[in-house]
């Protein structure tokens, strides 16, 4: 008994200490406080920084300690501790201020304006998106991160409305060529629209395998508008989003280097489908990519896998040719993931076997100043599942809009029969930017122009940045559509389809074509 009174009385004089050491630097101790050790050396590179440990203080040192006497037996000291042992589990001290919060605030109002049309009559979105992040950085080799998402627009439909979402619909579908944005892919009504995009920890096994797990960001392949090999993002990118607001997914990744060769090495376990549960282990997909450098071209080859579903293949490859830069993708997936009507039959089915698409491209960059440089830029995208021409694409909105047919139409979505970028045979897009020219130094210009070569029809569009107040940036773009009436960019609603999609959305939707979309924003980031 007088033992354990001797080991609680010890205790609590250690807790006593402690809270006065806290109450000296403030409410909460350092993190030296808490796990001990000194300052860190300089790193080395290729090695962990070497910590050099404060020696512990004699008792006499130390006021706050108790006496050995009061410590108790070695079996009470070992199940209670000393209160003067040091352990670590890492190398690294924290630094002062290990957690940085950040975030930014897009505010943007835009419009398109159609063929036979009154300025009044001009449509008007307004999306809006708030993200805030939580970064912790306590030592070198382990991090988290937390970025969380909300989406407002005030001229959507109400939150009570039964509105399956014109704007998610067209997100997905061709008739997102007349929209200048794809920001509300994730909000069908007004909103406050919330989701989490990001949510991880990194660290290292032995400084030999890099782990990344929870809800993340892993791109594939190299193209800058058309990625068919993005298999790890269930839902495409518009490329006339200004940045990418799809939100991650949460896996497991693993990457292992090989620094001598300059190659990498990655398996990921995907934990997330966006359509199904993936509540059991049968459930769970699987990747694996390879990235490696042959005689000054960097390769990579990746490999998708699901349990029920035959494998996706992606190869990619960029290198410098002279003064240019040369990238290209290529994806190999099986016939089953895509769905295309076929106006004969008038039915939808799938094509068999494995389909190919492809994309190249070129970028040349030139300084015509001191501290000035444009870059332009070309690319090509064959995407042979698509349609050879725009015959085929009311009929095929008919039919998905029919009713009767919706059993036959995946998820039920009639737009998934237009995937937006996707659409077309063959595609093309040039670009050149122009960051910070001769004086303007906080201004960026971008030029670029994309056309469905298939169905001949085009959208051009300047974009315009400069920042202001340091954190402030004022945005703004004007596209104009041209080519064939009745193209992926051009196209026109039939007046019975555009009633049916009205009726879905909960929002009157305009028949005539797109011709031009203006837009501006205000961004702050911090």
Not at 130 to 148: E, H, K, S
Not at 207 to 227: E, L, P
Request: hydrophobic residues 40%.
């Amino acid at each position: 008994m007088r033992r354990a009174c001797l080991a609680l009385v010890g205790g609590l004089a250690v807790l006593a200490g402690g809270r006065a050491s806290a109450q000296q630097l403030g409410d909460r101790p350092s993190e030296q406080d808490l796990f001990g050790g000194g300052s860190a050396a300089p790193a080395v590179p290729g090695a962990p920084p070497a910590t050099t440990a404060a020696p512990p203080a004699s008792p006499e040192a130390q006021p706050n300690q108790p006496a050995a006497a009061a410590q108790g037996t070695p079996r009470d000291q070992e199940l209670l501790g000393s209160g003067d042992e040091t352990k670590f589990l890492s190398d690294y001290v924290a630094p002062d201020n290990p957690l940085q919060i950040g975030g930014q605030l897009y505010l943007r109002a835009q419009s398109t304006a159609s063929a036979h049309q009154n300025p009044a009559d001009w449509s008007l979105s307004a999306p809006s998106l708030l993200d805030v992040y939580l970064d912790a950085r306590p030592n070198p080799r382990v991090r988290a991160f937390i970025l969380g998402r909300m989406a407002y627009d005030p001229t959507l439909a109400p939150n009570t409305a039964s509105a399956t979402g014109s704007a998610q619909m067209g997100s997905n579908g061709a008739l997102a060529g007349g929209s200048p944005t794809g920001f509300s892919t994730f909000s069908n009504t007004r909103g406050p629209t919330s989701l989490l995009d990001q949510m991880w920890i990194r660290f290292d096994i032995l400084h030999k395998v890099f782990v990344t797990a929870g809800k993340q960001h892993v791109h594939f392949g190299t193209g800058r508008f058309w990625q068919p090999t993005d298999y790890l993002h269930p839902v495409k990118r518009n490329p006339l989003d200004v940045f990418d607001a799809r939100p991650g997914e949460t896996m497991l990744k693993l990457n292992i280097p090989w620094e001598e060769q300059g190659w990498n090495f990655y398996a990921f376990g995907i934990a997330e489908d966006p359509n199904l549960e993936t509540n059991t282990v049968g459930r769970v997909a699987g990747a694996a990519r390879v990235e490696a450098v042959v005689a000054g071209v960097e390769l990579g080859a990746d490999v998708y896998l699901h349990r029920g579903d035959r494998p996706r293949y992606g190869f990619d490859f960029s290198t410098g040719i002279w003064d240019f830069d040369v990238y290209g993708d290529m994806a190999v997936r099986p016939g089953g993931d895509f769905f295309h009507y076929d106006p004969e039959l008038n039915t939808v089915g799938v094509f068999t076997g494995y389909e190919s698409q492809i994309v190249g491209g070129l970028n040349y960059s030139r300084k015509y100043n001191d501290n000035d440089m444009w870059t332009a830029g070309v690319e090509y995208f064959y995407n042979h599942p698509g349609y050879s021409s725009s015959s085929a694409y009311e009929p095929a909105l008919n039919f998905a809009l029919n009713s009767a047919n919706a059993p036959l139409i995946p998820n039920g979505n009639p737009f998934s029969l237009f995937p937006f970028f996707y659409l077309g045979r063959h595609y093309g897009a040039v670009f050149a930017s122009f960051p910070a020219p001769y004086s303007w130094n906080y201004t960026t210009f971008t030029l670029s122009t994309l056309g469905n070569l298939s169905d001949k029809s085009f959208i051009s569009r300047v974009d315009y940045s400069v920042t202001v107040l340091t954190h402030l940036s004022v945005e703004a773009f004007v596209g104009v559509h041209y080519g064939h009436v009745g193209g992926e960019f051009r196209f026109e609603l039939p007046p019975s389809a555009a009633s049916q999609i009205g009726a879905l959305s909960g929002a009157s939707v305009l028949s005539n074509y797109p011709i031009v979309d203006l837009g501006a924003a205000l961004r702050l980031k911090i």
